[in-house]
Structure formats: C-alpha cells, structure tokens
C-alpha cells in the first residue's frame, strides 16, 4: 500500500493517530489526492473530521483556494485570490470556493470571496448544480445565507431535482432560514421534481410549525 493509499484508509477509519504519525513519517503524504484530484484534506472536511482537516493543513506546504475556504484561513485566502481567475474558479469534483466557504461554515471567508470578486450565482459543475445559497440552506448557515442575498444571489435558484434553497430550509426545521428566505422573496409554494412544495417536505420531516408557515 503506498503512502498515499494509507492516508485515505487513515482516515476512512478515523485514526487519528496513525495519520499523525504517517505525516510525521512522511510529511508529503500530507499532500494526497484521490485519482479524481480532491485532496486529503477536503476529505477530512467532508467527512465532518475539522479536526483531522487541520492536522493536514499543518503539514502542507500551502492550501489552495479551496482547502483555505473551507477551513476559513483568511490569510491565505486572500493570498489565492489576488488571481482573479482562481476565485471563480472549480474544484476537481465541480465546486467554486465560494461553495466551500458556505457549506462548511465559515461565513468569514464567503464574505472575502465576495469582496475579491466571487460570483454568488456560481452554479457547481457536476450533476448537483448548485449555488452557494444552496450550499449555506442546507447547512443552516444563516449568516453566509444572508450574505449572499444581500449580494444578489437568486432565492429560488433550482438545484438538482428541481430543490431550491426554501426546499432545504424546510427540510431542515430551520425557521430563522425559512423567514430569510422569505423576506427576500422565496416562492413558498414552489415545487420541486416530485411536485413536493417547501409545506409538504416540512411536513414529511415533522416540522409542523414551519409548514404551517408556509402554508400562511
């Protein structure tokens, strides 16, 4: 198994001993990517492991825009996006930083991308085709949500499946997105491929306060 293999075995496991000593044994396994170019460090974010994401993070040489993003290190942030072209630009797997800043929660870093030119209506390249207001709906991250509208961003953008950020709002419970949402002009009474409204998924998932909101 190469070092590279065991790094992600590592972490599929959540051996957070043995990764740490396999980056202190071999401080470029810190640099791992997968065949389809994510690397190890997105890994670690996507699985919920902040904590494993940072110990990689302190044994690379420098985090891409992507990797900065998510894990909200400003500094270099700003660092990568003194290129214009990298703010907007796409992960291997189709997302653009300004997606990773909102889904993993780091309102810091979406509102810098704003400033250094992100596009709020950034639509993912892979089948999910997502923007960055349906990646910050999804997680409850209220602030970035809010950040986002104020800059534009469509409130009844369609992802896949026909969802839009109210959608994931409801299906959360999250009143305070629900009400945000709304505000700025969310069609509660837009349906999504399976002709489910924001009311009927809220329902499903046992919100019943928040489908009584939007059925007003």
């Not at 959540?14 to 690397?39: F, I």
């Not at 825009?65 to 660092?79: D, H, Q, S, V």
């Not at 602030?143 to 709002?169: D, K, S, T």
Request: with cysteine.
């Amino acid at each position: 198994m190469t070092d590279i293999q065991s790094g992600f075995e590592l972490l599929g496991k959540g051996d957070v001993d043995g990764l740490r000593r396999l980056l202190e044994e071999d401080s470029g396994a810190a640099e791992a990517r997968d065949p389809s170019g994510v690397s190890l460090l997105m890994h670690a974010l996507y699985r919920g492991r902040r904590d494993l994401a940072e110990l990689i993070a302190d044994r690379k040489k420098e985090l891409d825009i992507f990797e900065a993003a998510g894990l909200g290190k400003l500094e270099r942030l700003t660092e990568c996006a003194r290129d214009a072209s990298t703010v907007n630009s796409r992960s291997s797997d189709g997302f653009t930083a300004l997606h990773f800043a909102c889904y993993f929660g780091q309102p810091g870093a979406a509102r810098r991308l704003i400033e250094k030119g992100a596009l709020v209506d950034a639509v993912t390249s892979n089948p999910m085709k997502l923007m960055p207001l349906h990646s910050a709906a999804s997680v409850r991250n209220l602030e970035a949500a809010r950040l986002l509208l104020e800059h534009g961003a469509p409130v009844n953008a369609r992802q896949q499946a026909g969802w839009a950020p109210i959608h994931a709002a409801a299906q959360n419970g999250d009143r305070a997105m629900v009400e945000l949402l709304l505000q700025h002009g969310a069609d509660r009474k837009v349906a999504n491929d399976d002709g489910k409204t924001p009311a009927t998924v809220a329902r499903e998932k046992g919100h019943v306060e928040i489908a009584a909101l939007l059925e007003r």
